[in-house]
């Protein structure tokens, strides 16, 4: 008897180490799938922006050799204009890479300090103010009193350029409103769009690595920056999360500490992968 359940046994362990093989395999077979994929939207959104910007810059070229007195102070302005926004998307394409090599190795240096999330919301609302306009999005601050948070000032300023780019991007050219705010323990950021919302069944997925809900390239991405946005306050002891409705628009809110962890150094550090 005892033969015959020690060979039960033996059969019941390889199953399990089959399963866990092949479970091993899918997960590997997912993750050289999501590499691939990447990649190739990673090389399709790098080269975008070249074709215009080599377009813009041959055209000028051409009109400056000919006879730069025929240029209109106009047309030269919105030649440079179109440079000018396809070098500025070349390098939040290639900055985001470059969080992602660093966070995944858990190399990124954090400088923590106390911020005024208002001042940071200023200054945010003040750069978003031509591309909120171009987009046609209203954007109404509200951000009066000063509202201490603990963090690193550069990341949280990439943190407000990331959510209020995609509030434009996916906003519809309706109203966004940026506010924040603080409670006894945490300091609050909060981007409201009206615009196109994000399905029920897509709403944790965001914040994953190349996650793109909306797959259409219309919209452009390497679905890169609330990834990276999840790194930088789970680094920096904060949250974010999102209600959202699909046609009715999302609202993004991201969660700080207001003061120093005892356990924070309080100096400059690295994330851990
Ligand atoms: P991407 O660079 O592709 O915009 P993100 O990480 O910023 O990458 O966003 C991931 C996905 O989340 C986007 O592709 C989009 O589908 C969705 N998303 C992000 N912000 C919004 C928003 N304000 N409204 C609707 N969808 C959004």
Same mark, same amino acid.
């Given at each position: 008897?005892?033969?015959?359940v020690r060979n039960?046994h033996?059969?019941?362990?390889?199953?399990?180490a089959?399963r866990?093989?092949? #479970?091993?395999?899918a997960?590997?077979?997912e993750?050289? #799938?999501v590499?691939? !994929?990447?990649?190739t939207?990673?090389?399709h959104e790098?080269?975008?922006?070249?074709?215009?910007?080599?377009?813009q810059?041959g055209?000028?070229?051409r009109?400056?050799r000919?006879?730069?007195?025929?240029l209109s102070?106009e047309?030269l $302005?919105?030649?440079?204009?179109?440079v000018?926004r396809?070098?500025?998307?070349?390098?939040? $394409?290639?900055?985001d890479l $470059?969080?992602?090599?660093?966070l995944?190795?858990g190399?990124?240096?954090l400088?923590r300090?106390?911020v005024?999330l208002?001042?940071?919301?200023?200054?945010?609302?003040?750069r978003f103010?031509?591309?909120?306009?171009?987009a046609?999005?209203?954007l109404?601050?509200?951000?009066?009193?000063?509202?201490?948070?603990w963090?690193d #000032?550069?990341?949280?300023?990439q943190?407000?350029?990331q959510?209020?780019?995609?509030?434009?991007?996916?906003?519809?050219?309706?109203?966004?409103?940026?506010?924040?705010?603080?409670?006894d323990?945490v300091a609050?950021?909060?981007?409201?769009d009206?615009?196109i919302?994000?399905p029920?069944d897509q709403?944790?997925?965001?914040?994953?690595r190349? !996650?793109r809900a909306?797959?259409?390239q219309?919209y452009?991405g390497?679905?890169?920056?609330?990834?990276?946005v999840k790194?930088?306050?789970?680094?920096?002891?904060?949250?974010?999360?999102? !209600?959202?409705?699909p046609?009715?628009?999302?609202?993004?809110?991201?969660?700080?500490?207001r003061?120093?962890?005892?356990?924070?150094?309080?100096s400059?550090?690295t994330?851990?992968?």
């Open positions: 008897i005892s033969e015959a039960q033996a059969i019941a362990v390889a199953m399990d089959e866990q093989m092949e #479970r091993l395999y997960d590997a077979m993750a050289v #799938r590499r691939e !994929e990447f990649l939207i990673a090389s790098l080269r975008t922006p070249l074709t215009p910007l080599a377009l810059i055209s000028l070229q009109a400056l000919a006879d730069p007195s025929r102070h047309r $302005l919105g030649k440079v204009e179109i000018a396809q070098v500025a998307r070349l390098h939040r $394409l290639v900055s $470059l969080d992602l090599s660093l995944t190795a190399n990124i240096s400088h300090e106390e005024d208002a001042a940071a919301a200023r200054d945010a609302a003040h103010q031509e591309p909120a306009s171009r046609g999005c209203a109404r601050l509200s951000a009066d009193k000063p509202v201490k948070g963090g #000032r550069t990341r949280i300023d943190i407000f350029t959510l209020l780019s995609n509030a434009i991007k996916y906003g519809a050219g309706a109203p966004i409103d940026l506010r924040v705010e603080s409670d323990d609050r950021i909060v981007v409201r009206r615009g919302g994000i029920p709403q944790a997925r965001i914040f994953g190349f !996650e909306v797959s259409e219309h452009g390497f679905g890169l920056g609330l990834w990276i790194q930088l306050l789970d680094a920096l002891g904060g949250s974010i999360s999102v !209600e959202s409705a046609g009715q628009g999302s609202t993004f809110t991201v969660e700080l500490p003061r120093e962890a005892a356990t924070d150094s309080g400059t550090d994330t851990s992968p």
